[in-house]
């Protein structure tokens, strides 16, 4: 019985959300003339409802320009949502003053997506890696020291880093500084940013299996944003997939990649490079029409002006997020009549 018990609670913890946001919302003005009136608003992220569990990492696609970025800055708020909650470990950020949420930023870091324009070509690799120490005083002399190289070591850099700049590091050693800088602080929380996107394909391999071997060992959870398909489905426990600023579909990796409910999904996940020379491409799902502006989402279901499987109320009505089998959610009028 005690057993069962002690399995029941391990289930629970590893079920609970350290992030948990609600209808979070996005605008950024458009703004024109002499007296630079609001004339509009870009819908960069609308009305996002979504749990981040302990220990996973939830992996985030979607076509440029979807909101995958404005998103993860919202959740870290350096970026401030214009609505909504981002509950992190119970706690609403969007209602801490920016002194509140100083000592809350240790736990939440985020590594960029381009490598050499995140660090700052004035600063030596062991001055930039040293710098969260120091804004957080944390450490000093010989004991920041020693926790500076420890790090440097950590990501596989060589021990001569320290004393480099950014220029004399090759693409995947400046993106193993920002994981350093990231891992600095010791947090719960890390916002990958498309952290591969910009490196050699053999490189990416690395610094992927470096991240994956990161979280087992610090028990990190990941919010890992991407538009390589491939790469998401390598590093994510759960995917989410995103158009144009809203959640389309949210699923465990296996089940989304293998069965995917939403026309979206399915027409993103069919344009997956396969390396067969006899794979049928005819299968391949092709959109029609360009995507909307966020100026100016449709009305009802966005996707609806390029879903093949459009009726009536999709242009009409906001089709609510369902749960279709074991934690798979999507949200569309007609996911029971296409799958």
Do not use: W
């Amino acid at each position: 019985m005690a057993a069962e018990l002690l399995a029941q609670e391990s289930t629970q913890t590893q079920r609970e959300p350290l992030l948990r946001l609600e209808h979070v919302t996005k605008a950024f003005p458009i703004k024109k003339g002499f007296f630079n009136r609001e004339v509009g608003a870009i819908q960069a992220v609308s009305d996002i409802s979504l749990d981040i569990y302990r220990g996973e990492t939830l992996g985030i696609v979607g076509e440029s320009g979807c909101g995958k970025s404005t998103l993860g800055r919202c959740i870290l708020q350096l970026i401030r949502p214009t609505s909504g909650k981002v509950l992190f470990e119970g706690r609403d950020l969007t209602q801490l003053s920016p002194k509140a949420l100083r000592p809350i930023r240790r736990d939440m870091q985020i590594v960029f997506q381009n490598p050499y324009s995140s660090l700052d070509p004035r600063m030596s690799i062991g001055d930039t890696i040293r710098e969260p120490f120091i804004i957080h005083k944390i450490a000093k002399g010989k004991a920041l020291r020693e926790e500076v190289r420890t790090l440097i070591d950590l990501v596989g850099l060589p021990k001569a880093a320290y004393e480099r700049y950014p220029h004399e590091l090759s693409g995947g050693q400046r993106q193993r500084v920002g994981i350093a800088r990231a891992l600095a602080l010791k947090p719960k929380f890390i916002v990958a940013d498309e952290p591969v996107s910009a490196l050699d394909v053999s490189v990416q391999a690395q610094i992927l299996n470096l991240l994956m071997d990161l979280k087992s060992e610090f028990n990190l959870t990941y919010l890992f944003i991407a538009h390589n398909l491939s790469v998401v489905e390598y590093i994510s426990d759960r995917v989410a997939v995103m158009y144009l600023g809203k959640i389309a579909e949210v699923a465990p990796a296996s089940q989304l990649y293998e069965k995917p409910l939403h026309p979206y999904s399915k027409a993103l996940l069919s344009a997956i490079s396969i390396p067969d020379p006899d794979y049928d491409h005819s299968s391949r799902i092709l959109l029609e029409g360009d995507l909307p502006s966020p100026a100016n989402p449709p009305s009802g279901c966005r996707f609806h002006t390029r879903c093949p499987y459009k009726v009536e109320v999709c242009t009409s009505q906001i089709p609510e997020q369902a749960e279709y089998g074991h934690h798979h959610i999507a949200a569309c009028h007609r996911i029971s009549e296409i799958n």
